[in-house]
């Protein structure tokens, strides 16, 4: 999903993809090559569409496929073709009506590019793109909706219908080309829609505990506008998702506006009630708190949490724990 601050070969956990992932020092270098040379033939971003829109989708697609994560899209069962792949994501607002695209015209590039998720492991997010993406790290913690094929090929891509040009894509010089900014005039556009759709279609197969991060610093750590109260939430099967665990994340130095009692959040746990959802709310999880401390090691709540050593209301294991703070007293060193 964009930057806002508003996120079949069986997969099996613990995924073992991430292990025996390992290219040939060949292989990686012609990826690494071909790359280079595509950037150094590109523009910089505009206010218009991403610039040679198919040859990047392509480009993530490949990468996804043998890099990323190839054990999800690559088997006896299924293996993504990334040609018809690109082609059915185009075809879905191409030559369409810059703000009348439905989120039904995806239903096929959802299809093509959907695999298995994982029991615990969907985490859902809002208002923490920087954050969330920092502690799922391409899915090895946890699997953000940007770390499946569908959200990995399209994550900061700028797209939009334009008739006006030769196969009905807009470019970087389209003067019109409407994103996440023009929702209250056109809110169908292709961006907005093709979100919505995958978001939708994320949370349909989350199953055992879902973890919600959200932010503590902005006053409204919950939203029932944001996608996930919109589309997500709402999408949930209870029958298969057995609880909720909420991340209530405060980034070191910023002020604090919620907690777990504030009135968002306790909004948030009666909607999970609502679904026969169990939840618990956790204030700046230490897993992710280690993580954000990194960049913020002058912090006073940093220092207190090297010096705790780091009693964790989310499992850390004592080894990890160990390895942190070791590494942040040398960072503070050097």
């Known amino acids: 999903m964009p930057n806002m601050q508003v ?3 069986v997969v099996i956990h613990p995924r073992p993809l991430y292990s025996t992932m390992r290219l040939s020092l060949t292989s990686s270098f012609s990826l690494l090559l071909l790359t280079s040379l595509f950037l150094m033939t590109s523009s910089c971003p505009s206010n218009g569409a991403t610039e040679d829109l198919r040859e990047v989708l392509t480009g993530r697609c490949v990468q996804y496929k043998t890099t990323v994560n190839p054990s999800a899209v690559c088997g006896p069962l299924k293996e993504v073709n990334c040609t ?18 439905s989120m039904t015209r995806y239903d096929a590039f959802l299809s093509a590019t959907r695999h298995n998720m994982p029991a615990d492991q969907s985490l859902f997010w809002h208002s923490v793109y920087g954050w969330v993406h920092r502690y799922s790290q391409g899915g090895l913690r946890k699997i953000t909706l940007e770390d499946t094929l569908t959200g990995y090929m399209i994550d900061g891509l700028r797209f939009c219908s334009d008739p006006s040009r030769e196969g009905g894509i807009g470019g970087p010089e389209t003067s019109f080309c409407p994103t996440f900014g023009h929702t209250d005039n056109c809110s169908l556009n292709a961006e907005v829609s093709f979100w919505s759709a995958a978001s939708k279609d994320f949370a349909t197969k989350a199953r055992g505990i879902i973890t919600v991060m959200l932010n503590a610093s902005t006053g409204e750590g ?14 949930l099967n209870a029958s298969v998702v057995t609880h909720a665990n909420i991340w209530l994340v405060q980034q070191p130095g910023d002020v604090i506006k919620e907690r777990c009692d504030s009135e ?33 090691q002058d912090d006073p709540q940093c220092r207190d949490l090297v010096a705790s050593g780091g009693q964790s209301s989310v499992v850390m294991t004592t080894p990890l724990r160990l390895l942190f703070i070791v590494l942040l007293i040398v960072m503070r060193l050097v």
């Open 222 to 235: 919950f939203s029932d506008t944001s996608f996930f109260g919109r589309l997500e939430l709402p999408n």
């Open 84 to 101: 018809a792949v690109v082609n059915s994501f185009i075809e879905a607002f191409a030559g369409q009506q810059p703000c009348n695209v």
């Open 7 to 9: 996120h079949a070969a």
């Open 264 to 296: 968002t959040i306790q909004k948030l746990q009666t909607r999970f009630r609502e679904k026969s959802i169990s939840s618990t709310c956790i204030f700046n999880p230490q897993d992710v708190m280690w993580i954000l401390c990194w960049d913020h």
